[in-house]
């Protein structure tokens, strides 16, 4: 096993070297790629769980800032989405939950190129009127 230090020779002797140094500069990039995509996917987990929670709590503005935060990073999370849905329909913003079902289907469409199902009468239905 090497310690830190041959390590860190290995590294320098690698690094010293045009092509190698190339090789390095691509896996650290890689390394850092997947460092940052690990830690997005927990603080999205971290502001759902924190969206879900506030919402069974009635506490919808919290709900809404954790929601609105995931969107932030990943407009595309339909689980945010059906939360800020959620928070306007018990605010009572009928119409402000109908648009952000709209902002829903065509972030989707768009950035996805998915095509939903009109589901809107349905969940209205259900979810404003009980």
Known sequence: MKTSTQGQAILRNLIAQPK???????LIGCLVASRREELSKTYIAMCAKLAEFNLEHGCHKDA??????ILKV????EEAHRQLMQVY???GRHSEALRQYQ???????EELGVQQIDLAPLWWKSEIFG
């Open 64 to 69: 809404a800032k954790w929601a609105s935060a």
């Open 20 to 26: 190698r140094r190339e090789t390095v500069d691509m």
């Open 89 to 91: 329909a018990a605010q």
């Open 74 to 77: 990943d407009h595309c999370d």
């Open 103 to 109: 902002r829903c289907q065509r972030e989707l469409q």
